[in-house]
């Protein structure tokens, strides 16, 4: 289990929510928890859809997989 911000704006009568760490991770929802509950399942799916992918594009390079340490902006 990792740990992302999501980050919640009130726009009309609807609240927008979105993960920056997730590039594509965004939803909307009328109440504050209809947001939070999409966002969720929004994140889970396109990190289960990058890791799909990701196998598939390996397999038609030569690929170098390693760990990366990067100090996080404040």
């Known amino acids: ?18 993960v920056r760490e997730v590039p594509g991770a965004n939803t909307q929802g009328r109440t504050l928890e209809e ?12 990190l289960e859809a990058q890791k799909k992918l990701s196998p598939r594009a390996a397999r038609r390079t030569r690929v170098i997989r390693e760990p ?5 902006a404040r």
């Open 1 to 18: 289990m990792k740990k992302y911000t999501a980050t919640y704006e009130k726009r009309g009568k609807w609240y927008i929510g979105y």
């Open 68 to 72: 990366i340490l990067v100090h996080a």
């Open 35 to 46: 947001a939070r509950e999409n966002l969720k399942e929004a994140v889970e799916l396109v």
